[in-house]
Protein backbone atom coordinates (compact mmCIF):
# COMPACT_ATOMS: atom_id res chain seq x y z
CA UNK A 1 0.00 0.00 0.00
CA UNK A 2 2.90 2.66 0.85
CA UNK A 3 4.86 1.80 -2.33
CA UNK A 4 1.06 1.66 -4.44
CA UNK A 5 1.00 5.23 -2.95
CA UNK A 6 4.92 6.69 -3.46
CA UNK A 7 4.44 5.38 -6.68
CA UNK A 8 1.52 7.42 -7.62
CA UNK A 9 3.15 10.66 -6.30
CA UNK A 10 6.26 9.44 -8.26
CA UNK A 11 3.71 9.36 -11.32
CA UNK A 12 2.02 12.05 -11.10
CA UNK A 13 4.82 14.60 -9.91
CA UNK A 14 6.75 13.94 -13.08
CA UNK A 15 3.58 14.36 -14.94
CA UNK A 16 3.62 17.87 -13.56
CA UNK A 17 7.24 18.33 -14.11
CA UNK A 18 7.26 17.62 -17.70
CA UNK A 19 4.04 19.57 -18.01
CA UNK A 20 5.04 22.38 -15.49
CA UNK A 21 8.16 22.62 -18.27
CA UNK A 22 6.64 22.83 -21.56
CA UNK A 23 3.65 25.08 -21.12
CA UNK A 24 5.89 28.26 -21.22
CA UNK A 25 7.91 26.83 -24.01
CA UNK A 26 4.68 26.36 -26.37
CA UNK A 27 4.37 29.55 -28.20
CA UNK A 28 8.15 30.74 -27.47
CA UNK A 29 10.27 29.20 -29.82
CA UNK A 30 12.34 32.40 -30.24
CA UNK A 31 13.40 32.44 -26.80
CA UNK A 32 13.69 28.67 -26.66
CA UNK A 33 16.31 28.85 -30.01
CA UNK A 34 18.34 31.62 -27.94
CA UNK A 35 18.26 29.43 -25.25
CA UNK A 36 19.50 26.29 -27.40
CA UNK A 37 21.75 28.40 -29.09
CA UNK A 38 23.74 29.34 -25.93
CA UNK A 39 24.75 25.82 -25.35
CA UNK A 40 26.53 26.23 -28.44
CA UNK A 41 26.44 22.41 -29.69
CA UNK A 42 23.31 23.04 -32.18
CA UNK A 43 23.62 25.40 -35.34
CA UNK A 44 21.04 27.87 -35.42
CA UNK A 45 19.28 26.41 -37.83
CA UNK A 46 18.87 23.05 -35.80
CA UNK A 47 18.22 25.45 -32.70
CA UNK A 48 15.06 26.38 -34.04
CA UNK A 49 13.39 23.00 -35.32
CA UNK A 50 14.61 21.83 -31.72
CA UNK A 51 13.04 25.00 -29.88
CA UNK A 52 9.17 24.08 -32.02
CA UNK A 53 9.98 20.42 -30.69
CA UNK A 54 10.70 20.13 -27.08
CA UNK A 55 7.52 22.11 -25.68
CA UNK A 56 5.09 19.95 -27.31
CA UNK A 57 6.98 16.71 -26.62
CA UNK A 58 7.46 17.59 -23.19
CA UNK A 59 3.70 18.55 -23.06
CA UNK A 60 2.91 14.65 -24.79
CA UNK A 61 5.10 13.46 -22.25
CA UNK A 62 3.46 14.35 -19.21
CA UNK A 63 -0.01 14.01 -20.81
CA UNK A 64 1.44 10.22 -21.10
CA UNK A 65 2.36 9.93 -17.30
CA UNK A 66 -0.85 11.82 -16.43
CA UNK A 67 -3.23 9.56 -17.99
CA UNK A 68 -1.52 6.34 -17.26
CA UNK A 69 -0.75 5.75 -20.72
CA UNK A 70 1.84 3.05 -21.59
CA UNK A 71 3.81 3.88 -18.25
CA UNK A 72 6.80 1.91 -18.59
CA UNK A 73 7.86 2.78 -22.12
CA UNK A 74 6.89 6.74 -21.66
CA UNK A 75 9.08 6.48 -18.30
CA UNK A 76 11.82 5.01 -20.45
CA UNK A 77 11.59 7.69 -22.84
CA UNK A 78 12.00 10.38 -19.71
CA UNK A 79 14.76 8.88 -18.71
CA UNK A 80 16.19 8.83 -21.98
CA UNK A 81 15.39 12.25 -22.74
CA UNK A 82 16.69 13.33 -18.95
CA UNK A 83 19.88 11.78 -19.55
CA UNK A 84 20.38 13.90 -23.10
CA UNK A 85 19.46 17.01 -21.34
CA UNK A 86 22.48 16.28 -18.93
CA UNK A 87 25.16 15.50 -21.44
CA UNK A 88 23.99 19.14 -23.23
CA UNK A 89 24.43 20.47 -19.21
CA UNK A 90 27.48 18.84 -18.62
CA UNK A 91 28.72 19.81 -21.86
CA UNK A 92 28.08 23.45 -21.38
CA UNK A 93 29.54 23.35 -17.57
CA UNK A 94 33.03 21.72 -18.60
CA UNK A 95 32.66 24.21 -21.50
CA UNK A 96 32.74 27.27 -18.67
CA UNK A 97 29.49 28.53 -20.39
CA UNK A 98 27.29 30.66 -17.78
CA UNK A 99 24.44 30.46 -18.99
CA UNK A 100 20.54 29.65 -18.20
CA UNK A 101 19.65 26.07 -19.11
CA UNK A 102 16.31 27.29 -19.88
CA UNK A 103 14.42 24.23 -18.70
CA UNK A 104 11.30 25.29 -17.29
CA UNK A 105 11.16 29.01 -18.35
CA UNK A 106 12.88 30.37 -21.48
CA UNK A 107 11.86 33.34 -21.30
CA UNK A 108 14.02 36.75 -20.39
CA UNK A 109 12.52 37.75 -17.70
CA UNK A 110 12.77 34.40 -15.88
CA UNK A 111 14.87 33.79 -12.99
CA UNK A 112 17.87 32.82 -14.25
CA UNK A 113 19.45 29.42 -13.01
CA UNK A 114 23.22 29.08 -14.16
CA UNK A 115 24.33 26.67 -11.57
CA UNK A 116 24.31 23.90 -14.02
CA UNK A 117 25.84 21.27 -11.91
CA UNK A 118 22.28 21.71 -9.15
CA UNK A 119 20.64 21.51 -12.65
CA UNK A 120 22.21 18.56 -13.30
CA UNK A 121 21.59 16.85 -9.81
CA UNK A 122 17.84 17.58 -9.78
CA UNK A 123 17.66 15.69 -13.22
CA UNK A 124 19.25 12.91 -11.77
CA UNK A 125 16.67 13.24 -8.74
CA UNK A 126 14.15 13.08 -11.37
CA UNK A 127 16.03 9.84 -13.19
CA UNK A 128 15.68 8.09 -9.87
CA UNK A 129 11.95 9.11 -9.31
CA UNK A 130 10.92 8.10 -13.36
CA UNK A 131 13.11 4.49 -12.74
CA UNK A 132 10.84 3.83 -9.13
CA UNK A 133 8.01 4.10 -11.46
CA UNK A 134 9.00 2.26 -13.86
CA UNK A 135 9.80 -0.26 -11.57
CA UNK A 136 6.69 -0.34 -9.81
CA UNK A 137 4.27 1.37 -11.75
CA UNK A 138 1.02 3.02 -10.20
CA UNK A 139 -1.63 1.74 -13.29
CA UNK A 140 -4.54 2.54 -10.71
CA UNK A 141 -6.42 5.46 -12.33
CA UNK A 142 -4.47 4.48 -15.52
CA UNK A 143 -6.17 4.38 -19.24
CA UNK A 144 -3.60 1.89 -20.58
CA UNK A 145 -1.16 1.12 -18.37
Same mark, same amino acid.
Given at each position: ?????? #?? !???????? =? &???? !???????????? %?????????? %?? &? #????????? $????????????????? $??? &??????? =?????????? &?????????????????? =?????????????????????????? $???????? $?
Amino acid at each position: MVLDAL #SA !AARFFMAY =V &WIRA !AVPKIGNVMEMT %QSIAAYEIFT %QE &W #SYILAQLIG $PLELAGGLLLLLGIKLR $PAG &WVSIGVL =VLFIIGLLSA &WQRGLEIDCGCFDPSAGA =VVDTNLLLVVARDVVFIAITAFMIYR $PFNRFAVY $P
